[in-house]
């Protein structure tokens, strides 16, 4: 890896600056756009607070309920509820581009916790009749649902290297042809002066060497499934299982037993699994996700599971047992106390 900074122009930095067109060129064929387009960022919440700030300008800002935080925390936004199953509904985004004129909408492509997917294609179909910006945030569908997002209508992407098994420190978010944008950070006029600061280079060049890795959607499936099965069995509810999902997502909420709880239980048997999300107490808060879906007391006893690309039989034979031995522990538990 060349040590140079890709804004000198000795030698090193001659080199380091190939590297990183070059890692530009990759992420732009990727993503069906021009290496013009392509902003490298230090992550998605980088590149989301860079398009909301850069689109949003002057714009009613419009973001589903089941958003990540990077976008749900943009100052004035409106948020559109979503449907029990995560998805949103065609009327409810007619209804407020209607209601919000030239409105800049901000959708993932899919959930981080659920793994549904919104109906880009209708989303971007949407907001081009209605002469409204849409931005995807594309983080969870990269190399597990990739479409040409742009090619649909869509204003801007964003994405993040560590999410598709790149390093963390990189992302990018990528603009349609044409459409300038101030910098959120100005700094040294990088990136063609839409993102000041010296780029994270190792990260970059890791980022683009990880995408198009094969990925074996159906293998994943078959296996998230025969673990949500077994779930649902041992008397827990899948959410957003009837919507259209990424191949690699189950959400399992678990009447009666707090995430926490869960979490810890099967961390104890060596498998990771996520929740709601961290608050600054280090106590995990509700999903908001499962909120937005109505899910009440439930979004509070959820855990999403996500099978990385390498999940094998005996992982999920592992995740089985221990989630059975939870269920059992938690009854038996419950007999106890009654
Ligand atoms: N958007 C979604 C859907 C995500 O899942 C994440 C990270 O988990 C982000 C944005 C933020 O990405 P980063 O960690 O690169 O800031």
Not at 31 to 59: M, W
Not at 141 to 147: K, P, S
Not at 155 to 173: D, E, R, V, W
Not at 272 to 282: E, I, Q, W
């Amino acid at each position: 890896m060349a040590a140079g900074n890709p804004s000198s122009i000795h030698a090193a930095g001659r080199d380091a600056r190939k590297i990183l067109e070059s890692a530009r060129e990759t992420v732009a064929g990727y993503c069906h756009a021009r290496p013009a387009d392509v902003i490298f960022t230090s992550g998605a919440t980088e590149a989301n607070a860079l398009a909301l700030h850069a689109l949003g300008k002057g714009r009613p800002i419009l973001i589903g309920a089941t958003e990540h935080d990077s976008i749900r925390t943009a100052p004035g936004a409106i948020t559109l509820p979503v449907r029990p199953d995560g998805t949103l509904a065609p009327e409810t985004l007619e209804a407020a581009l209607v209601a919000h004129p030239g409105a800049l909408v901000a959708l993932m492509a899919a959930n981080n916790e659920t793994g549904v997917l919104h109906d880009i294609e209708f989303a971007a179909k949407t907001c081009t009749a209605q002469g409204a910006l849409l931005h995807i945030d594309a983080v969870q569908a990269i190399g597990r649902n990739n479409r040409d997002w742009l090619g649909m209508g869509a204003t801007s992407i964003s994405l993040s290297g560590h999410k598709f098994g790149g390093p963390m420190g990189a992302g990018a978010l990528i603009i349609r042809q044409g459409i300038e944008i101030e910098a959120l950070t100005k700094g040294g006029g990088q990136e063609q002066g839409r993102r000041g600061g010296t780029q994270a280079l190792p990260a970059i060049a890791g980022l683009a060497a990880a995408l198009g890795e094969p990925y074996e959607a159906g293998k994943i499936a078959t296996f998230r499934d025969e673990i949500e099965t077994f779930c649902i069995n041992l008397g827990a509810i899948a959410a957003g299982s009837t919507a259209p999902r990424l191949p690699n997502t189950t959400n399992l909420a678990l009447p009666g037993i707090r995430a926490e709880t869960q979490l810890i239980a099967l961390d104890m048997e060596g498998i990771a699994v996520s929740a709601g999300s961290a608050c600054s107490s280090g106590k995990l808060a509700a999903s908001h996700v499962l909120t937005a879906m109505g899910y009440g007391d439930l979004a509070g006893q959820a855990i999403r599971v996500s099978l990385p690309w390498n999940v094998t039989a005996e992982a999920v034979e592992k995740f089985t047992t221990a989630y059975a031995a939870m269920v059992k522990r938690a009854l038996r538990k419950a007999e106890h106390s009654a």
